[in-house]
């Protein structure tokens, strides 16, 4: 009697794992999905993301197929490798494993077999009981594919009020700042009477004697840039910094 109430609760406690595990797959969190998603993405593919799907009906598969590949765009495609109808089975395990592809089930698990030849290939299965989940999970993972916008911002503005010649140091613009903030680990570019005349790396930030790592608006400071020596009073220094910029599939659709 021992050994049979010891058993049940084993088999108790492994049932409560499996569906937790099985609970977890079917989270539509978007970061989660998309960190799932994107690690089944083998090097050497590109930017394409390889399913299998398996459905109770042959419907139901054909609808999230047909409704996942819409998705696809010129820079980044679904693959539907495979679909069927039936459980999981471990020769879809081996079919995603050997193709770096990610599982969907449609009101359909893994069997036994299946269940345990994904947690050792770390073939990840997703489950989903309506279609648009899986739908807007897949969209965020395509999402997190695309290369994202370099989109640049301009953090400041400064005006060059004198110019001072330094032996051994350069050129040094004594500026005031008009605009925003002059930051050292920013670059900066250098306008003329309205023309770009050069872009490149501040070389030296100071308030008086003091090196600084930014300075803001209404405040005096001298600015050395890089490599370059040929800055006039009156040309107005811009200070900005380039950002990454997330996409979306409309996006990505728009510039195709």
Same mark, same amino acid.
């Given at each position: 009697?021992?050994?049979?109430?010891?058993?049940?609760?084993?088999?108790?406690?492994?049932?409560?794992?499996?569906?937790?595990?099985?609970?977890?797959?079917?989270?539509?969190?978007?970061?989660?999905?998309?960190?799932?998603?994107?690690?089944?993405?083998?090097?050497?593919?590109?930017?394409?993301?390889?399913?299998?799907?398996?459905?109770?009906?042959?419907?139901?598969?054909?609808?999230?197929?047909?409704?996942?590949?819409?998705?696809?765009?010129?820079?980044?495609?679904?693959?539907?490798?495979?679909?069927?109808?039936?459980?999981?089975?471990?020769?879809?395990?081996?079919?995603?494993?050997?193709?770096? %592809?990610?599982? =969907?089930?449609? +009101?359909?698990?893994?069997?036994?077999?299946? #269940?345990?030849?994904?947690? @050792?290939? *770390? /073939?990840?299965?997703?489950?989903?009981?309506?279609?648009?989940?899986?739908?807007?999970?897949?969209?965020?993972?395509?999402?997190?594919?695309?290369?994202?916008?370099?989109?640049?911002?301009?953090?400041?503005?400064?005006?060059?009020?004198?110019?001072?010649?330094?032996?051994?140091?350069?050129?040094? %613009?004594?500026? =005031?700042?008009? +605009?925003?903030?002059?930051?050292?680990?920013? #670059?900066?570019?250098?306008? @003329?009477? *309205? /023309?770009?005349?050069?872009?490149?790396?501040?070389?030296?930030?100071?308030?008086?004697?003091?090196?600084?790592?930014?300075?803001?608006?209404?405040?005096?400071?001298?600015?050395?840039?890089?490599?370059?020596?040929?800055?006039?009073?009156?040309?107005?220094?811009?200070?900005?910094?380039?950002?990454?910029?997330?996409?979306?599939?409309?996006?990505?659709?728009?510039?195709?």
């Amino acid at each position: 009697l021992v050994v049979e109430e010891a058993t049940s609760s084993r088999e108790i406690a492994q049932r409560r794992q499996r569906l937790d595990r099985e609970a977890k797959s079917r989270r539509t969190g978007r970061g989660v999905s998309l960190e799932d998603f994107m690690a089944q993405t083998a090097p050497g593919q590109g930017r394409k993301l390889q399913i299998v799907i398996k459905a109770d009906q042959g419907g139901p598969a054909e609808a999230l197929a047909d409704a996942l590949e819409q998705l696809s765009t010129t820079e980044v495609q679904v693959e539907i490798i495979h679909r069927g109808v039936g459980a999981i089975s471990e020769s879809d395990i081996q079919l995603a494993k050997a193709s770096g %592809a990610v599982i =969907i089930g449609f +009101h359909v698990r893994p069997d036994n077999n299946a #269940r345990t030849a994904a947690e @050792r290939e *770390g /073939v990840d299965i997703k489950l989903y009981r309506i279609i648009y989940e899986a739908v807007n999970d897949v969209r965020a993972a395509l999402e997190g594919m695309l290369r994202p916008e370099q989109r640049e911002v301009v953090i400041g503005e400064a005006q060059v009020r004198e110019v001072f010649k330094i032996s051994k140091v350069g050129t040094i %613009a004594g500026c =005031i700042v008009r +605009h925003g903030v002059i930051n050292r680990q920013s #670059r900066v570019r250098v306008v @003329r009477d *309205g /023309v770009e005349i050069y872009e490149g790396a501040i070389a030296s930030l100071k308030r008086f004697k003091d090196d600084v790592r930014e300075v803001r608006e209404g405040f005096e400071c001298g600015i050395g840039i890089e490599n370059f020596n040929d800055v006039k009073v009156n040309d107005v220094i811009e200070c900005f910094r380039t950002e990454q910029v997330a996409r979306t599939l409309a996006d990505a659709s728009t510039a195709s």
